[in-house]
Nanobody, 119 residues
């Protein structure tokens, strides 16, 4: 059974830091791109940061220079270090695992963790 379990959300003041973690229970997890997405109230889900199976990284424009994503391939974990948080970072953050093969696409999501940044 596939599981993505997030942890580390919470309430923080503007300018503060939080670290989110995601633990993946997926066969051949190293073949997946793993990433963090977020969804603020009334808005669409957007990419925050992702790490590919080859360790390439991709960041959303609004978090570049403030957030750092890292991945432990041996432990199947994904970490998001968030610094200099702003009120507009308030959202539910979701861990995602994504893979495309010749025959199908795989997309798995965690249950989400709330991040609230007070001004």
């Amino acid at each position: 059974q596939v599981q993505l379990v997030e942890s580390g959300g919470g309430l923080v003041e503007s300018g503060g830091s939080l670290t989110l973690s995601c633990e993946a229970s997926i066969m051949m997890a190293s073949l997946y791109t793993m990433g963090w997405y977020r969804q603020a109230a009334g808005q669409q889900r957007e990419l925050v940061a992702a790490v590919t199976s080859l360790a390439g990284t991709n960041y959303g424009d609004s978090v570049k220079g403030r957030f750092t994503v890292s991945r432990d391939y041996a432990k199947n974990t994904l970490t998001l270090q968030m610094n200099n948080l702003k009120p507009e970072d308030t959202a539910v953050y979701y861990c995602n695992a994504h893979r495309v093969t010749d025959v199908r696409q795989y997309d798995y999501w965690g249950q989400g963790t709330q991040v609230t940044v007070s001004s």
